[in-house]
């Protein structure tokens, strides 16, 4: 067989094992709730690989190989400011928000907690949380399809249409049928997957160079500056960019869904240990990987087209076809786990949040997970057709939906966890500031407007809520009293946690 065979092959083989999970799960989904949040049943490795795996998309394989490639450790801090992220998102926001979700009346989705926790009468919180995910969601799968047709593409020598439709379609298939659970599960996989390949690739590498000091001689004969965090001219403007993409974790709806699912309060502590592990070793795995790659292409004399192909490119030099078929797959696993996140997550705002917040009609039985099937693919259309014509770099669309949630939701999940005082108003105002904000920052270049708009876009969020709260009349004695047993809730289960 030819190699290419051999590597359609092994994809074909994980695209049935991504079906399969979904035929399974869709056994296991009845009622909207199964749906849209697999009934509260996820364990903490499952919660834990799913959260990972969603929020580090293409982006981890293509996206920060490639920045990496480029301009070397300078751009590893993107990284760093995200692990720390994670790590503050899972202490501090998984444990009370999972609380919190059930007792303001069972929420399944963030605008619908939104909406419980201010005592939103008139939905408009709600409706307008919902817009916002669907608008933001819709370039964050965009952006997964664009890096599903660019892998076809520099793989299989495929039309960046044809794959973006292949791996779409799939996509599209198991999310349809089996919901939150097979978003899940799948992702489960899919982060071992990217883990296993992550490390694996490196090391193929290191010995393909010669050992660890051959390769950082090549590394170094390429950029002297390579190596080091700080060279490169790293800017103080940079570097608070780079790290503020942590601030955006609290914001981030298919990351913090995964909160709301677990099983127990109690198992948010052994989710974020595997969870936090998983993200370090990733990101080590996905630095490494481009470093490795400055040595071999330039010691084949060989230069990129496309500097986001490195993992592809070194997967394919370095293994046996079918080997370099699984690791392909694993890119493929990025990429999907994220679509799949995003589109659950937009499907629920669609049907839980608008279409809820407008009519006022409860959805019984399993008519909302057939809502919520239609809305996936509704969703999944117009992203797909925003993504036929790419102008953008995979690592400046994920920016720009990054930013949008983070500055937009951050700071209200954050007051509406720890502050009693938060309002439906303030939520509402300082919610449409983060998002006008962090939108109309990103058009702007130059000067101060170099900085990340989430920076920016996050912290008029946090003013706003604030004051327009102060100004507003506080919530009523319901929600008082449902704040402080949620609290209570929360802080008896720390107790009880080990340590």
Not at 55 to 65: E, H, N, R, V, Y
Not at 169 to 184: E, M, P, R
Not at 382 to 402: C, K, R
Request: proline share 3%.
């Amino acid at each position: 067989m030819s190699d290419p065979t051999w590597q359609l092959i092994a994809i074909v083989l994980y695209f049935a094992a991504m079906v399969g999970i979904g035929v399974w799960s869709f056994t296991r989904t009845g009622d909207k709730g199964d749906y849209m949040l697999g009934g509260r049943g996820l364990g903490p490795v499952a919660s834990a690989l799913s959260a990972g795996a969603s929020d580090m998309s293409g982006w981890l394989l293509m996206g920060l190989p490639g920045a990496l490639y480029l301009s070397g450790l300078v751009e590893l801090w993107i990284a760093i400011g995200l692990t720390a992220g994670a790590w503050l998102n899972w202490k501090f926001i998984a444990p009370r928000l999972r609380t919190y979700t059930e007792v303001a009346d069972d929420a399944i989705t963030v605008p619908s907690f939104f909406s419980n926790r201010t005592d939103d009468h008139a939905g408009l919180l709600r409706i307008t949380a919902g817009v916002i995910i669907l608008v933001f969601f819709t370039f964050y799968v965009s952006s997964g399809m664009v890096a599903g047709g660019r892998f076809f593409q520099a793989s299989f020598d495929t039309s960046y249409t044809t794959g973006m439709l292949v791996v779409s379609g799939i996509v599209i298939l198991y999310t349809l049928i089996g919901g939150f659970l097979a978003v899940s599960y799948t992702d489960v996989v899919q982060g071992l997957m990217m883990l296993a390949a992550l490390i694996l690739v490196p090391i193929a590498g290191v010995v393909h160079l010669g050992g660890l000091g051959d390769t950082v001689d090549a590394i170094r004969s390429v950029d002297a500056h390579a190596l080091s965090l700080f060279g490169g001219g790293l800017t103080t403007m940079a570097f608070i960019s780079a790290v503020a993409w942590g601030l955006g974790y609290p914001g981030q709806p298919h990351i913090i869904t995964r909160f709301m699912a677990l099983r127990s309060p109690r198992q948010a502590r052994s989710a974020r240990r595997i969870g936090v592990g998983w993200m370090a070793l990733a990101c080590l795995g996905a630095a490494a990987t481009a470093l490795v790659g400055i040595g071999v292409f330039q010691r084949e004399s060989e230069q990129l087209t496309d500097p986001e192909t490195v993992f592809i490119d070194l997967g394919v030099l370095l293994f046996h076809p079918f080997v370099a078929g699984l690791m392909l797959a694993a890119i493929l696993a990025a990429i999907m786990s994220t679509i799949s996140s995003q589109l659950i997550v937009s499907s629920s705002a669609l049907v839980e949040d608008i279409y809820l917040g407008i009519t006022g009609k409860e959805l019984r039985g399993n008519i909302g997970a057939h809502l919520g099937r239609v809305a996936v693919l509704v969703i999944a259309l117009v992203a797909g057709a925003l993504s036929l014509n790419p102008s953008d770099t995979i690592l400046d669309l994920v920016a720009f939906a990054w930013a949008g949630f983070g500055a937009s939701f951050g700071p209200i999940v954050i007051l509406a966890l720890y502050w009693r005082r938060l309002t439906t108003l303030g939520a509402l105002a300082g919610m449409v500031t983060g998002a006008v904000v962090s939108f109309g920052w990103g058009q702007l270049e130059g000067g101060l407007f170099d900085l990340y708009e989430i920076v920016p876009g996050f912290a008029l969020n946090l003013l706003v809520t604030v004051v327009v709260s102060l100004l507003t009349r506080q919530p009523g004695p319901e929600v008082r009293a449902e704040f402080d047993e949620a609290v209570r809730r929360a802080e008896a289960q720390e107790e009880t946690v080990p340590a």
